[in-house]
């Protein structure tokens, strides 16, 4: 029995620089991934590379940067709490978006049931067992076995902070959604003027 190759696919040559302006057109949401270390000390860092991955069994992932010193103390911790952020959590975005200093100064939190720490005011948050680590290329891909949600009654009914192009945003209601009351949901992104590029560069996810 015969077997044949794929022929490979034709690539077309590109650089880094080009992959981060395409990729940038993808609008995502922000994240806060939190734990607790061996020594009581909360660890934190921003992300967008959060997505949900299974509910049977529950898991969901997200890729820190090989190069995160922020990374190997939640691993560390082996569980952690995903805070997904609201529209008027950017400052609070920007505080965890940077590698090193006190990230956790002046920020109130509360202990998860798994000890980790969830943020005040997150739209919502998710805690999670490290199921498994894997390599993707100068990322990793961290998965979480989901183990707790934030209760009905403590998710936040308002818009998510959003990231498009470099630049923080939120959704905002469109004219056209409230004139046809039979028309599904509309929305248009609202950008803010601060470009976090240069929070982007220390980053760590």
């Not at 090193?100 to 000890?115: E, P, Q, T």
């Not at 192009?165 to 959604?177: D, H, I, V």
């Amino acid at each position: 029995m015969s077997t044949s190759t794929p022929p490979t696919a034709p690539t077309t040559p590109f650089d880094d620089a080009a992959m981060r302006d395409t990729l940038s057109r993808f609008c995502t949401g922000v994240a806060v991934i939190t734990a607790i270390q061996s020594d009581g000390q909360p660890a934190g860092m921003a992300v967008q590379s959060f997505s949900s991955v299974s509910l049977d069994p529950p898991l969901v992932c997200f890729c820190p940067a090989g190069t995160s010193t922020t990374w190997p103390k939640i691993s560390a911790a082996g569980r952690f709490a995903v805070n997904v952020l609201a529209a008027d959590q950017e400052d609070l975005c920007r505080q965890f978006a940077v590698t090193g200093g006190d990230k956790f100064s002046g920020v109130d939190w509360r202990s998860g049931v798994n000890g980790a720490p969830l943020l005040t005011a997150a739209l919502a948050t998710i805690e999670c067992e490290l199921a498994d680590v894997l390599p993707g290329g100068d990322h990793l891909i961290a998965l979480g076995r989901v183990t707790a949600l934030t209760p009905p009654e403590r998710l936040r009914e308002t818009s998510p902070l959003l990231y498009f192009r470099r630049t923080y945003g939120r959704l905002t209601a469109s004219p056209s959604a409230s004139s046809a009351p039979s028309a599904p949901p509309a929305g248009t992104i609202s950008s803010k003027s601060a470009s976090i590029a240069s929070a982007r560069s220390r980053s760590e996810a």
